[in-house]
């Protein structure tokens, strides 16, 4: 039972490029959320699925997109790389509001 | 809005030795408490969910608190070793909320 696996670890990012943070689960679980944590910050809120084909804004969605076209997947997209994206990025999965389970974490730097 | 804070932010004890986390929340309105480890550079672990109906619960050498109506919960931890070295990050989940509200941590250094 892998849980919750993203992909990649790392990644540097030039100024204005994109990409796509990958998040898979395999417990079948409704929800899944992408969080951001900063030094010395607690984890914020970017987007949240409550199921395949429903997403919806958290904290802190600006420069952020997400799509769940499948109850496993629920990729991150950043458009237009900025330096205020460095961050380390969790993927989480829930069956409702009990029991989160999260992902290793994706480090981001733009540069 | 929610707003959770641990106290304090970073805790030192020698071995063997038993410690309080500390964790308040501002909006007693919450479906439940969860607690996390974090170790540097991994992600988070679940040490303990408590349900908003509960009073504590207990894993192994942890016990967790919840005083639902001060805003409060704590993390016991009993005999501490060096492997219990870790960032500890408490957590809840908004009554009618689809979102975990996070404490900024404390993080634990226990001394050989």
């Known amino acids: 039972n892998a849980g919750v696996t993203q992909t990649p670890k790392f990644r540097i990012l030039k100024i204005g490029q994109s990409m796509t943070l990958q998040c898979t689960q395999d417990?079948?679980?409704?929800?899944m959320y992408w969080y951001r944590q900063d030094p010395g910050m607690g984890l914020k809120l970017i987007y949240y699925s409550v199921g395949a084909g429903i997403t919806d804004k958290g904290e802190v969605p600006n420069g952020y997109n997400v799509s769940r076209s499948t109850t496993e997947d629920f990729p991150l997209r950043l458009e237009l790389a900025a330096p205020s994206q460095t961050s380390v990025y969790f993927c989480?999965?829930?069956?409702?509001?009990?029991?989160?389970?999260f992902g290793s974490g994706t480090r981001l730097t733009v540069v | 809005k929610q707003e959770v804070t641990q106290i304090p932010a970073a805790l030192s004890v020698p071995e063997g030795e038993n410690l309080v986390l500390n964790c308040s929340f501002t909006?007693?309105?919450?479906?439940?408490l969860q607690w996390f480890r974090q170790d540097p550079g991994k992600g988070l672990t679940s040490l303990l969910l408590?349900?908003?109906?509960?009073r504590e619960q207990t894993s192994g050498r942890l016990n967790a608190s919840l005083d639902k109506s001060s805003g409060r919960s704590t993390l016991y931890i009993a005999a501490s070793q060096p492997g219990d070295s870790a960032t500890y990050l408490c957590?809840?989940?908004?009554?009618?909320?689809?979102?975990?509200?996070f404490g900024t941590g404390t993080r634990l250094t226990v001394i050989p």
């Open positions: 989480a999965s829930s069956y409702r509001e009990d029991g989160y389970t």
């Open positions: 909006d007693s309105a919450i479906y439940n």
């Open positions: 408590i349900q908003s109906s509960q």
């Open positions: 957590a809840v989940v908004q009554t009618g909320a689809n979102n975990l509200f």
């Open positions: 417990m079948n679980h409704n929800y």
